[in-house]
């Protein structure tokens, strides 16, 4: 578009690029025509041109030519926007115009589209495009730029995947330290808890909560928050379950850090003599079959056609394979009264939650003869978290599971738990659980594909009383658009999901909940650079 001003001031021409429109001529008195006039019809056409212009060819490309009133065109624009006249019908040559944005695209064609409007314009001017070529090329672009953002967005899935599968250097360093810690100072190998103070380790009197992780950091801010925030923190007795390699460094911060007048102990599963192959068979089988060792820590995109999947799809398909979930660490929950048999109730904890309230009233909570208190996720609209039924886990198009479950039955949250240990013992909730697993190995994965919770959803199936949503806020690291005034009020928050407050994906807002508790002024922590990650 062109505009030319006369010297007089007595003639403004608006023109066009060739072969659209002839010039449209404007004639008025000079007297009459100010430059605050001159400036608010330029500020008028540079506004109302473009809008006019990407209006119409987005009506065109969404398939105008087959609607042919101004009232239909109307519509188009928007619901606010219509207007009512008789139906105009086009000409001939506009229809073949139109319906020559319907053509064929070659692959030549789509390796040459310009990536911004300028260069589209540009490209127009030098090339002289008429406007069915135009509209062609605009669409064209469009749906390209399209095609690279979701393109985009499922390599973000599969980067954030493997950032959540990782371990980030800082806490590799913070175990080294400590491992190194605990072979030369004789205070990081003290006994934990001290021997006057063991007998409360099987006391039933005491509040007794268990986490079962290989992060050091979690554990400390899991430990941390729940005695910080309790009413009578004498009266907690917290077990820390490790594996093997990590347990030296567990003890030694722990026994570096010790959070009187609370009882931290510090055990490895190698310690634990009920822990023995003859006891967990299915675990066994599933740590050595070859097919599950590669659907877990294989090539995750071999085989797939990732380009198939939406971002959303992708995200939930490269979880349900993290090698976590054949971890001895995740499924030691299933053997809580086995490993502690003096116990009658413990709370037990993820290692990727924070307690923000005193949890005591939790002991005196009534669990009706159930075993399980948890919080129940299908009553709330987050697609992530809090609408989950059986149907989201478990495969319904298997007969084994259509016959034996109904899709609809409400899911619940594993990560904080009451567990009445006697009544678990009785309901025999840890064999089920093995003959679910052994039925879903035998039968290739088939059953499920996700983790620890669908079979603990069949094991404990008519064993859980539900608790109030505040006891247990989900998906702090699924939803970024997490209501932060609902996590300050909650009393455990969980960052289920990938974001994970120790990584660099963390979400900025959620994680200083979190950071809150980490024991910045300890010389590991700060010769590990883990302030610079919170």
């Given at each position: 578009?062109?505009?030319?001003?006369?010297?007089?001031?007595?003639?403004?021409?608006?023109?066009?690029?060739?072969?659209?429109?002839?010039?449209?001529?404007?004639?008025?008195?000079?007297?009459?025509?100010?430059?605050?006039?001159?400036?608010?019809?330029?500020?008028?056409?540079?506004?109302?041109?473009?809008?006019?212009?990407?209006?119409?060819?987005?009506?065109?490309?969404?398939?105008?030519?087959?609607?042919?009133?101004?009232?239909?065109?109307?519509?188009?624009?928007?619901?606010?926007?219509?207007?009512?006249?008789?139906?105009?019908?086009?000409?001939?040559?506009?229809?073949?115009?139109?319906s020559a944005l319907l053509q064929y695209r070659s692959e030549k064609e789509l390796t040459?589209?310009?990536?911004?409007?300028?260069?589209?314009l540009i490209e127009a001017r030098s090339k002289q495009y008429d406007m069915p070529t135009?509209?062609?090329?605009?669409?064209?672009?469009?749906?390209?730029?399209?095609?690279?953002?979701?393109?985009?967005?499922?390599?973000?899935?599969?980067?954030?995947?493997?950032?959540?599968?990782?371990?980030?250097?800082?806490?590799?360093?913070?175990?080294?330290?400590?491992?190194?810690?605990?072979?030369?100072?004789?205070?990081?190998?003290?006994?934990?808890?001290?021997?006057?103070?063991?007998?409360?380790?099987?006391?039933?009197?005491?509040?007794?909560?268990?986490?079962?992780?290989?992060?050091?950091?979690?554990?400390?801010?899991?430990?941390?928050?729940?005695?910080?925030?309790?009413?009578?923190?004498?009266?907690?007795?917290?077990?820390?379950?490790?594996?093997?390699?990590?347990?030296?460094?567990?003890?030694?911060?722990?026994?570096?850090?010790?959070?009187?007048?609370?009882?931290?102990?510090?055990?490895?599963?190698?310690?634990?003599?009920?822990?023995?192959?003859?006891?967990?068979?299915?675990?066994?089988?599933?740590?050595?079959?070859?097919?599950?060792?590669?659907?877990?820590?294989?090539?995750?995109?071999?085989?797939?056609?990732?380009?198939?999947?939406?971002?959303?799809?992708?995200?939930?398909?490269?979880?349900?394979?993290?090698?976590?979930?054949?971890?001895?660490?995740?499924?030691?929950?299933?053997?809580?009264?086995?490993?502690?048999?003096?116990?009658e109730k413990v709370v037990f904890l993820d290692d990727d939650v924070v307690v923000q309230?005193?949890?005591?009233?939790?002991?005196?909570?009534?669990?009706?003869?159930?075993?399980?208190?948890?919080?129940?996720?299908?009553?709330?609209?987050?697609?992530?978290?809090?609408?989950?039924?059986?149907?989201?886990?478990?495969?319904?198009?298997?007969?084994?599971?259509?016959?034996?479950?109904?899709?609809?039955?409400?899911?619940?949250?594993?990560?904080?738990?009451?567990?009445?240990?006697?009544?678990?013992?009785?309901?025999?909730?840890?064999?089920?659980?093995?003959?679910?697993?052994?039925?879903?190995?035998?039968?290739?994965?088939?059953?499920?594909?996700?983790?620890?919770?669908?079979?603990?959803?069949?094991?404990?199936?008519?064993?859980?009383?539900?608790?109030?949503?505040?006891?247990?806020?989900?998906?702090?690291?699924?939803?970024?658009?997490?209501?932060?005034?609902?996590?300050?009020?909650?009393?455990?928050?969980?960052?289920?999901?990938?974001?994970?407050?120790?990584?660099?994906?963390?979400?900025?807002?959620?994680?200083?909940?979190?950071?809150?508790?980490?024991?910045?002024?300890?010389?590991?922590?700060?010769?590990?650079?883990?302030?610079?990650?919170?």
């Amino acid at each position: 578009m062109q505009v030319h001003i006369s010297p007089s001031m007595r003639q403004i021409i608006i023109s066009t690029s060739p072969g659209f429109l002839d010039p449209l001529k404007m004639k008025g008195a000079a007297r009459y025509l100010s430059y605050r006039c001159i400036f608010w019809t330029f500020l008028f056409l540079a506004f109302s041109l473009p809008f006019l212009f990407i209006t119409s060819a987005l009506i065109t490309l969404d398939g105008v030519h087959n609607c042919t009133s101004l009232d239909c065109f109307g519509r188009k624009l928007g619901p606010k926007l219509s207007w009512r006249r008789h139906a105009t019908k086009f000409t001939q040559d506009s229809a073949d115009k139109y319906s020559a944005l319907l053509q064929y695209r070659s692959e030549k064609e789509l390796t040459d589209i310009p990536d911004t409007i300028e260069a589209l314009l540009i490209e127009a001017r030098s090339k002289q495009y008429d406007m069915p070529t135009l509209l062609r090329r605009m669409k064209s672009m469009v749906e390209v730029n399209e095609e690279k953002v979701r393109a985009a967005k499922l390599q973000e899935a599969l980067y954030r995947h493997y950032a959540s599968s990782g371990v980030p250097k800082g806490l590799h360093c913070l175990a080294l330290k400590l491992t190194g810690e605990y072979s030369s100072n004789a205070r990081a190998r003290q006994d934990l808890p001290s021997p006057d103070l063991a007998p409360r380790l099987t006391d039933p009197a005491y509040h007794h909560l268990v986490v079962a992780t290989d992060n050091v950091l979690a554990a400390a801010v899991v430990v941390t928050s729940t005695i910080r925030n309790a009413a009578e923190p004498e009266k907690i007795v917290f077990h820390v379950i490790t594996d093997k390699k990590t347990h030296a460094a567990m003890h030694a911060w722990f026994a570096l850090n010790p959070l009187a007048p609370a009882i931290v102990e510090v055990k490895g599963v190698h310690q634990f003599e009920w822990l023995i192959r003859d006891n967990v068979p299915v675990l066994e089988a599933m740590a050595s079959s070859q097919d599950v060792k590669y659907y877990y820590h294989g090539d995750h995109t071999a085989g797939a056609n990732i380009s198939q999947y939406s971002p959303t799809i992708l995200a939930s398909y490269l979880q349900a394979r993290s090698p976590k979930y054949i971890s001895i660490m995740n499924h030691l929950r299933i053997y809580l009264p086995y490993l502690f048999p003096e116990l009658e109730k413990v709370v037990f904890l993820d290692d990727d939650v924070v307690v923000q309230k005193d949890l005591s009233p939790l002991w005196d909570l009534d669990l009706n003869g159930k075993v399980n208190g948890a919080v129940e996720t299908c009553h709330g609209d987050d697609t992530w978290v809090m609408s989950k039924t059986f149907k989201n886990y478990f495969n319904f198009s298997h007969p084994i599971i259509s016959s034996t479950f109904a899709p609809d039955k409400c899911a619940w949250a594993y990560g904080m738990n009451v567990f009445d240990l006697q009544a678990w013992r009785k309901a025999d909730i840890t064999r089920v659980y093995h003959y679910w697993q052994k039925q879903n190995l035998q039968l290739n994965l088939t059953l499920w594909r996700l983790g620890t919770l669908p079979p603990a959803l069949i094991a404990f199936d008519g064993n859980v009383h539900p608790i109030p949503g505040n006891w247990h806020m989900l998906g702090l690291g699924y939803n970024t658009n997490t209501n932060v005034e609902a996590v300050e009020n909650a009393a455990v928050i969980h960052y289920n999901g990938q974001a994970k407050p120790w990584l660099d994906i963390a979400f900025p807002q959620l994680r200083p909940f979190w950071s809150k508790y980490v024991n910045f002024s300890d010389k590991f922590i700060r010769q590990c650079n883990i302030l610079d990650r919170a």
